[in-house]
């Protein structure tokens, strides 16, 4: 096979492998470039301790192989990392995709030349296609803080999106976690079991919700096979990809006991559905605020002290304005006699020393092992590390400097023949992943077969990315989501990042709608360009 390729893809996690199969599927000349030694993804890189997917086994998979859902089966209601990333193996293995991916090779630059990408790896290699597709994941770019002193600490630190794969024995050491989002919520309870003494550092209180998780028996499993058409129908009708509608029960003319009936049943249900459970609860403060307050009375029952209660009771956000954790006994955590809580907005990080963390009250945490569950530049983060120069040389980071932008969140303005699985302007994280990624996918597919049989080149004009980031502002101003002024929905989490709010808010149905129609209409919001013959 030669460098010289009709698309490459960057990334082989659950958006690259599906890429490389559908094109190959179309006769395209396709290759993908993986920084990893392996397939996975997401799922290769965070093996933290507890890391697990927060949507069902059942549905956190693909749709496009009716034969392949059948042949695989769940141990778990929600799966681990290690059963995720043997799935995506499987999948690799099933369709035989490793031949058309390049491992352990990283991309440090990809340039468009007037005809051409023009991608460039660390190890020496150069590489030349006529479309570039990026699968790079939107929460791939660990975001360590830039905290005065770590490299003098003696102990070793870990961000929890970079973890070893021989994993780090915890085993009676003191071990600090910087951060209490969705990772922090996963790998607390965990580390606690095995740790000496756990501290948790927390700036934001989160609400969460149990998880509930138990093995899937196989009549379960057996009745989700049996039951697949009509479960991927309701995805794609979905506001956010998963198979069960938002209800239309209208809490504010429930009497008190069954409202509050009705969030005890949504609680012990647990999971994600939990928000799904009365209607409104992203559009309408009051509506947000019942839920909310169930569930700070969920954390009083359950923490023992009150003064640890209330200070991880989040007061500061509506609930699921930030991304909204499920958790298995995060809570209970904290009735442990080896887990101390640590409020860093009262008494914040002044540095890393040899021996620890030392507060801005001086106060000195000794520790053996620092853990940064820290996220993620989120969405743009993995795009801007590519190197990405467009038209005229026009870095990406540039292009951005006041903010991600995109058309569909599919492509960029200045950047012909260049596509996004799940890029900035998408619903991507507001969804569950697999059923976006899918649709992007298929779209994008569907798209370079267009350009492919008519020669032409694509790229969406500045008036229609003008015109969807309007959009995409409008749909999050209909919602409760950027109240949430620490989410790293608006990259509050990255110093110096601009504040944009980054997915798409409006839903997955009706996104996909406007998708559809994009292409029905013969693609107006990007321009086309007959080739340009080159002698």
């Known amino acids: 096979m030669g460098n010289d390729l009709d698309v490459v893809v960057i990334g082989a996690g659950f958006a690259g492998l599906y890429m490389i199969h559908r094109l190959r599927g179309l006769g ?93 790896t660390e190890d020496g290699a150069r590489w030349t296609c006529r479309w570039l597709v990026t699968a790079v994941g939107c929460l791939s770019s660990a975001n360590v803080p830039d905290i005065p002193g770590l490299a003098s600490f003696a102990g070793t630190w870990h961000h929890t999106g970079q973890w070893p794969h021989e994993g780090v024995d915890v ?47 196989p009549e379960e499993a057996a ?3 049996a039951d697949y058409a009509a479960i991927r129908e309701v995805q794609q009708a979905s506001t956010n990809g998963h198979p069960f509608v938002v209800s239309d029960v209208d809490t504010l003319a429930l009497p008190d006991d069954e409202r509050r009936a009705l969030f005890e049943r949504a609680w012990e249900r647990g999971g994600l559905r939990f928000r799904a459970a009365v209607r409104d609860v992203l559009a309408d403060p009051a509506v947000n605020e019942q839920a909310s307050e169930f569930i700070r009375s969920k954390i009083r029952s359950t923490v023992t002290d009150p003064d640890v209660a209330e200070a991880l009771t989040p007061r500061d956000h509506p609930f699921a304005t930030k991304r909204p954790p499920i958790d298995t006994d995060y809570f209970e955590t904290y009735n442990r006699p080896d887990v101390s809580l640590v409020d860093v907005r009262a008494d914040p990080i002044a540095e890393i020393t040899p021996g620890g963390v030392r507060l801005a009250s001086g106060a000195e945490h000794p520790l053996d ?27 990406l980071a540039d292009a951005w400097a006041e903010g991600a932008a995109t058309y569909l969140g599919l492509g960029v303005a200045g950047f012909p023949n260049l596509f996004t699985i799940t890029g900035p302007g998408s619903p991507s994280v507001l969804t569950n992943m697999p059923t976006s990624i899918e649709q992007h996918v298929d779209w994008i597919a569907d798209v370079v077969a267009h350009l492919r049989a008519h020669d032409l ?45 980054l997915p798409y808010a409006g839903g997955f149905a009706r996104y996909r709608g406007m998708c559809d129609a994009e292409a029905q209409a013969g693609y107006p919001g990007f321009a086309l360009r007959a080739r340009r013959q080159v002698a």
């Open 28 to 120: 395209i000349a396709v290759h993908g470039l993986e920084a990893a030694d392996g397939v996975g993804g997401t799922w290769f890189w965070n093996r933290y301790p507890g890391a697990r997917c927060d949507s069902e086994s059942y549905y956190y998979c693909y749709a496009f192989s009716r034969e392949l859902e059948q042949e695989w089966d769940w141990s778990e209601r929600y799966p681990g990392q290690a059963e995720i990333l043997s799935y995506l193996e499987h999948v690799a293995d099933r369709f035989d995709l490793r031949r058309s991916i390049s491992f352990s090779t990283t991309v440090v630059s990809a340039s468009w030349d007037g005809d051409r990408w023009v991608v460039d």
């Open 171 to 217: 085993a009676g050491r003191r071990v600090g976690v910087v951060g209490t989002g969705s990772t922090g919520i996963q790998a607390i309870p965990v580390l606690a079991e095995a740790a000496g003494h756990l501290t948790v550092f927390q700036r934001t209180a989160n609400f969460s919700i149990p998880a509930r998780n138990a093995p899937l028996s």
């Open 223 to 225: 009745g989700y096979k």
């Open 369 to 395: 092992v620092l853990v940064f569950a820290t996220g993620f530049d989120a969405l743009s983060g993995p795009l801007l590390r590519l190197g990405l120069r467009g038209r005229d040389g026009l870095a």
């Open 457 to 501: 080149d694509a790229e969406p004009t500045p008036e229609a990315q003008a015109r969807w980031a309007d959009h995409v502002r409008e749909a999050a101003d209909a919602t409760l989501l950027p109240q949430a002024a620490s989410s790293w929905y608006l990259g509050a989490n990255v110093p110096g990042k601009p504040r944009v709010f």
